[in-house]
């Protein structure tokens, strides 16, 4: 296979010091900051992360183990870049872009260091429709052709961002390779410039984008204690936390499968190897919900495990973030699942610890917020530099130890994401999944969501999600005092709290991801909720006629309500139905008791 990067060395230096995956050397005056070198004998691939002077220090992405002092360091004029183009869809990728498959297939089950092998295949053949025509002035993001890549999504070929001028020439429509040319144009300063398929972008540079729209639209989940209590909107930024066992992943991979978004990026930075198998050998066979179509039509992995170099581990959520540009370019809604941010934060640690940097809390180093907003701040919906309208949703989990979520990773990550959702370990040791935690978590993208919710659902959207935060609320009060004393001794009012929230936190929050209700939609959560408040306001209202309790919520029909959440989405009749049951049980218990009341 060809090498990933063809370009000659331009100047060199000799390595001096070796210390893990970092690395000195001297001779480095020609060379630039970030640029990427190839070190030793076996072209180790490395990054230039400081320069001093003559020398400069270098973080490599792969085992330095052999490495000796006096070996050339060979420069190749080039930030860290990655391929973008036709094939990256349905692909697995380690976090400085090499496919793991190629790499399977040239090196077999252990890759030996200085493995180069090109991100995208160039032998494969596409169908190319072209858009553009010979004459045609575009510019940057204007696109010029098109392959239909999957069934599921249309990989479209643009003009690269800061180029324009007339095309000069157009790839015809037929059956090409992916290493060939897509156009040639010609600039305002006359020069003819080649733009093929397979372009490159380096991964720590964001694309640029002409506008950035307001977060208005909801990403919809289909989990209702997300879309219900603390949404997401497209191009927001949220973080799961969560100790050991609490479902960070589960969560992530049910966003995956039924998240709103065309095209999802799954980063396995540095988990554990069993768990991203899991993830290579289930995402094939998933099968995409809305489509029926296999869920890799749209979707992308990036696994790089807890015992691959921590270097590759830092550069993987960058390699994640620009593929998701490329593809918001195209005017898709794109989905980042970040898993787990925590482990990226400890390569930062690590190579922090191994540069004889001042460590800050925790040994963190002192810049772990900027990179932090680094990462998140790429997140947004916006006007590309093409006209068309896309998003990137950033989702990251984060494994503090031991559950803490003052630790620093997840203390800093809540400053730079708008939506928490929090993970309970006695919820998730109750089976209460998914267990987010109704108390730590929020969202400040509900009231600008709301507007959507309010026009394509119900116009009581927000109201209905205030109230029932309310009485999470106060049922969580009232918790403390069932502990204390036991629940005989509350007023009837705050014991309907009590049990309204538990109606609520059974027959809403709950949701099993292995039957039908694994997706509920909107309407879904807000007919559930809308029977649940019914009950209570009526409920509410025998209870101030002295009518006890134990009256209103001992009938099969309020049991019911539990079981809302079995109801296919489409059976409004079925919700109807449990309603009245409802009204009658409370109106039967109201008439027996004014009828009690008359015969004393």
């Excluded at 949703?393 to 031991?402: D, K, L, M, N, Q």
Aim: charged share 25%; proline share 6%; aromatic share 8%.
């Amino acid at each position: 296979m060809e090498p990933k990067n063809n370009a000659k060395p331009v100047h060199k230096g000799t390595v001096e010091f070796v210390n893990g995956p970092v690395i000195k050397a001297a001779g480095m005056r020609d060379f630039g900051m970030r640029e990427v070198v190839h070190v030793g004998p076996k072209k180790l691939m490395g990054e230039i992360i400081k320069m001093d002077g003559d020398n400069a220090t270098i973080q490599v992405y792969e085992d330095t183990d052999g490495l000796k002092i006096y070996e050339d360091v060979a420069g190749t004029g080039e930030p860290l870049s990655i391929e973008l183009g036709p094939g990256l869809i349905g692909s697995f990728f380690d976090g400085i872009g090499r496919p793991l498959d190629a790499l399977l297939e040239h090196e077999g089950m252990y890759i030996s260091p200085g493995t180069t092998v090109n991100m995208i295949n160039r032998d494969r053949v596409w169908d190319i429709t072209p858009v553009a025509k010979v004459g045609d002035m575009v510019s940057g993001g204007m696109v010029l052709a098109t392959i239909q890549e999957t069934p599921l999504l249309v990989h479209k070929i643009m003009v690269p961002p800061n180029l324009e001028g007339e095309v000069m020439w157009i790839t015809p429509s037929g059956k090409h390779s992916a290493g060939s040319d897509a156009a040639k144009i010609k600039d305002a300063f006359g020069r003819e410039i080649t733009i093929p398929i397979i372009q490159r972008w380096p991964v720590r540079t964001p694309r640029p984008y002409r506008e950035r729209l307001l977060p208005n639209e909801p990403f919809v989940t289909g989990q209702r204690v997300i879309d219900g209590l603390f949404p997401l909107a497209k191009g927001g930024t949220a973080c799961i936390p969560g100790g050991f066992g609490t479902g960070k992943t589960v969560t992530q991979h049910q966003l995956a499968k039924w998240g709103d978004a065309q095209v999802v990026i799954y980063i396995g930075c540095g988990e554990r190897g069993n768990e991203m198998t899991d993830v290579l050998e289930q995402f094939p066979v998933l099968e995409d919900p809305r489509s029926g179509r296999p869920l890799m039509e749209r979707t992308i992995l990036i696994a790089n495990t807890s015992n691959m170099p921590v270097a590759a581990r830092e550069a993987s959520i960058y390699t994640g973030i620009t593929i998701a540009e490329y593809f918001r370019d195209m005017g898709y809604d794109v989905a980042i699942m970040a898993d787990s941010t925590s482990r990226w934060a400890e390569a930062l640690r690590e190579l922090s610890g191994r540069l004889e940097e001042i460590p800050a809390e925790e040994g963190f180093p002192a810049y772990l917020p900027s990179r932090l907003a680094e990462f998140y701040e790429r997140a947004g919906r916006v006007v590309t530099i093409g006209g068309e309208n896309g998003s990137v949703s950033i989702i990251g989990a984060v494994s503090p130890p031991g559950g803490d979520f003052t630790e620093p990773v997840t203390r800093h990550t809540k400053r730079f994401i708008r939506c928490f959702w929090g993970l309970d370990k006695n919820l998730a040791n109750a089976r209460h999944y998914p267990a987010i935690s109704w108390t730590d978590s929020y969202s400040e993208y509900a009231s600008e969501v709301d507007g959507w919710f309010c026009a394509n659902v119900d116009p009581r959207w927000g109201e209905v999600r205030d109230e029932v935060r309310n009485i999470l609320a106060e049922d969580n009060k009232i918790q403390q005092v069932i502990k204390l004393v036991g629940e005989d001794v509350l007023p009837d009012d705050q014991r309907l709290v009590a049990f309204t929230a538990f109606l609520i936190k059974n027959g809403y929050l709950q949701q099993n991801s292995f039957t039908a209700d694994s997706y509920s939609p909107p309407i879904k959560g807000f007919e559930i909720l809308s029977v649940i408040l019914d009950f209570y306001h009526k409920a509410l209202d025998l209870v101030r006629k002295d009518i006890p309790i134990s009256l209103i919520r001992e009938d099969e029909s309020v049991d019911a309500i539990t079981h809302l959440r079995e109801l296919p989405p489409e059976d409004t009749d079925g919700f109807e139905r449990v309603r009245k049951r409802i009204n009658e049980h409370l109106d039967r218990v109201a008439a027996e008791r004014t009828k009690k009341l008359r015969s004393e």
